[in-house]
């Protein structure tokens, strides 16, 4: 069976500029997470979704925005990048019957903003 | 807010060594999770814990949830050069679930 989807995997951006990231979950799992995990730290919770509805956001600026498609497929957007974006940032997916924080991540997607 | 404290930071070990890392925090968990990373991967969950005192095994790895709820420990027995990563504690924010907190890692590094 597949596992976590992420696309791209590696992205370079400017200052200022946009960038959009998808996810596909495990076939089954309606819940998508995304987290931000910059050289040397632990992930950070940026939001979770849960069947098309934000359930949680971790403490990001509103240039940070997500969203759920029909299919559970997600996508997260930052818009004015600043040099402080570069990180991994992943997904990861969970069973809506699954147990407090059992989630399966993605390889994720490495941004560099110069 | 919630920090986790993972130690030590880094760890250098022969195989076949047994290996222990723990994870502390100032504030009270009620579940603490266990994952490990590759380079080049996300994190894979190796252990979750849900009760205080609970202690679980998973093959070669153990882990404890402590009884003041507050910390945990992790141990790796006979080790091998595949449990190369970086091994992080996590525990849910107690406002939500679904925001899971993260400590900075234990880097672990077995020469063959």
């Known amino acids: 069976d597949a596992g976590v989807t992420q696309s791209p995997t590696h992205l370079i951006k400017t200052r200022g500029q946009q960038v959009t990231l998808r996810c596909s979950p495990i076939s089954g799992h309606k819940s998508v997470s995304w987290y931000q995990q910059v050289l040397g730290q632990g992930p950070q919770f940026i939001f979770q979704?849960?069947?098309?509805?934000?359930?949680g956001r971790g403490n990001f600026p509103d240039r940070f925005s997500a969203r759920q498609f029909p299919n559970y497929s997600s996508e997260l957007n930052v818009n004015a990048l600043l040099l402080g974006d570069s990180a991994l940032y992943l997904c990861?997916?969970?069973?809506?019957?699954?147990?407090?924080?059992?989630?399966?991540f993605g390889e994720g997607s490495r941004l560099t903003v110069l | 807010g919630q920090q986790l404290n993972q130690s030590p930071q880094s760890m250098f070990i022969q195989e076949g060594e047994d290996v222990s890392m723990n994870c502390t925090s100032s504030?009270?968990?009620?579940?603490w999770l266990w994952y490990k990373q590759e380079p080049g991967e996300g994190p894979v969950l190796l252990i979750a814990?849900?009760?205080?005192?609970e202690l679980t095994s998973n093959g070669r790895l153990t882990a404890q949830f402590g009884i003041t709820r507050k910390d945990s420990f992790l141990n790796i027995s006979a080790s091998i050069p595949s449990d190369v990563g970086i091994y992080f504690c996590?525990?849910?924010?107690?406002?939500?679930?679904?925001?899971?907190?993260f400590g900075a890692g234990t880097r672990l590094t077995v020469k063959p």
């Open positions: 814990l849900y009760k205080a005192g």
């Open positions: 996590a525990g849910p924010s107690p406002t939500n679930n679904n925001d899971m907190r």
């Open positions: 504030s009270i968990f009620n579940t």
């Open positions: 990861a997916s969970s069973l809506p019957s699954g147990r407090t924080g059992e989630l399966f």
């Open positions: 979704y849960y069947e098309k509805e934000e359930r």
